[in-house]
């Protein structure tokens, strides 16, 4: 077979794939611009007819959509922050430095994946309650400044395995010419990793920007409401408000869409490279 129809084949192949992944995004898009009668007719319609635009501005007006943005917003960049920093601090003592039972505490801090979430649910929400912390964005953001706190082990994994593949060279001609451990960490491996460093960001911030039981557990006023809280505000037990709700939430995905497109080189640079030593 030659090179045009393989490539063909490829192509074709991968549309494939890309159809069924693109199928929710293309129902979400076509729902909020429908009216509520016009989602659930059988057979789907799947062109709007009329186009409701208005349901895009009436549902980021009904309710403060952009007080919830900003304070998304707030906690998404102060968790990403923390996240980044401790991680990759960590991950430089466990790939980087030496010392003893390194290893050891490396296997007990995986051990943290396979910890459920919910074991730690009760005992983590009457510590901040104890504290007087609910109804603050403290529970929501001091954790990723612990390196290991929720997903931040995964993190730590991913971060040391990228540093690994940095030749261990560099870092003793730092040392020689007299270059402290904090100073290989900044200026030698952080530059070296920014593909990695972008991906921990993306997934930090998808998972800070998408939570939704954070928030729903210790925010109990409107106006520290996030933007997941928002859009559950649609939804009751006697009425849905489903070209409201489908409008807010391709506006709330936007962004994280954006970002994914606008880093994507870094991402797939990142997640590609980890793992691969020398």
Do not use: H
């Not at 990723?144 to 870092?171: C, K, M, Y």
């Not at 870094?266 to 030593?277: A, C, D, R, S």
Request: aromatic share 16%; proline share 7%.
């Amino acid at each position: 077979m030659t090179r045009g129809p393989r490539r063909l084949l490829l192509y074709l192949a991968l549309l494939a794939g890309a159809v069924p992944t693109l199928l929710p995004f293309v129902w979400l898009v076509r729902s909020a611009l429908m009216r509520d009668a016009q989602m659930f007719v059988a057979p789907p319609e799947w062109i709007p007819s009329p186009f409701q635009w208005p349901n895009f501005s009436e549902a980021l007006t009904t309710q403060p959509f952009g007080r919830y943005f900003v304070n998304t917003l707030v906690i998404a960049v102060v968790s990403v922050l923390g996240t980044v920093l401790t991680c990759s601090v960590a991950a430089f003592s466990f790939s980087r430095l030496r010392w003893r039972g390194r290893d050891v505490v490396f296997a007990l801090l995986l051990t943290g994946v396979m910890l459920p979430y919910a074991v730690t649910l009760i005992p983590t929400f009457v510590m901040w309650q104890q504290l007087g912390a609910l109804d603050t964005i403290a529970p929501l953001t001091v954790p990723s400044w612990f390196a290991g706190a929720g997903g931040g082990v995964f993190n730590v994994f991913l971060l040391r395995q990228f540093f690994l593949t940095i030749p261990f060279e560099l870092d003793e001609a730092a040392y020689i010419d007299g270059a402290s451990p904090w100073r290989v960490f900044w200026t030698v491996v952080m530059p070296l990793s920014r593909p990695a460093i972008i991906v921990v960001t993306i997934f930090a911030f998808i998972g800070t920007w998408n939570d939704f039981l954070g928030p729903l557990l210790y925010l109990q006023s409107e106006e520290n409401y996030t933007l997941s809280l928002g859009l559950a505000s649609f939804q009751s037990i006697y009425l849905t408000q489903w070209g409201y709700l489908m409008a807010a939430s391709a506006a709330v995905i936007a962004p994280i869409i954006a970002l994914f497109f606008l880093l994507q080189r870094y991402f797939i640079e990142g997640v590609t490279l980890t793992g691969i030593k020398n």
